[in-house]
């Protein structure tokens, strides 16, 4: 005499559950560690030596004519307040607070990037002042001692670690 045994496993409440997990759960979780990193990574920049550059009164140049002039329509901190995080497209934080006196006025409003693709994520850190870049490659000397060259490509490659860490707490379930 054979005895069998048969049963019926459902798994449509794991696969429900599954897919609920890969649509809205882990993106959510992963753009939120974007976001957090990202605020890191800016704050590290304006914060820890060395900084972003911010150049204090008096402002002007010299003339061709060797003559001070004063410029009086720049305000301190501009270069500081035109930070921004974007992830996936979407401004997720600024770095208004650090201009001091700044406007503001290079504060980007949308991303300019890449299309992201689909299932994908990144995290974009701005300084969109027009000097930025130069300000990031050139200019050895600086107005404001703890300021200097390669302020943000430094912690990016400094404390990576530190960033994805954070990323893999945010994801972690």
Not at 25 to 32: D, E, G, S
Not at 70 to 93: C, D, H, P, Q, Y
Request: hydrophobic residues 40%; aromatic residues 10%.
């Amino acid at each position: 005499m054979s005895t069998s045994l048969k049963f019926d496993l459902d798994m449509s409440e794991v696969v429900r559950n599954l897919e609920r997990l890969n649509v809205r759960v882990l993106p959510a979780k992963i753009k939120r560690g974007l976001a957090v990193a990202g605020k890191q990574v800016m704050t590290d920049a304006l914060t820890l030596v060395p900084t972003v550059p911010i150049r204090r009164i008096p402002y002007g140049s010299w003339s061709g004519t060797g003559v001070w002039t004063i410029s009086s329509t720049r305000k301190m901190g501009e270069l500081r307040a035109s930070g921004a995080v974007f992830v996936n497209g979407v401004k997720t934080g600024t770095s208004l607070q650090f201009g001091e006196m700044a406007t503001g006025r290079y504060q980007p409003t949308f991303y300019g990037g890449p299309p992201i693709q689909v299932a994908n994520y990144e995290a974009c850190i701005v300084f969109n002042a027009p000097y930025a870049a130069i300000q990031h490659e050139h200019f050895v000397k600086k107005t404001e001692p703890t300021a200097g060259k390669y302020y943000l490509s430094n912690k990016l490659y400094g404390n990576s670690m530190t960033y994805m860490a954070i990323i893999a707490e945010a994801v972690r379930l």
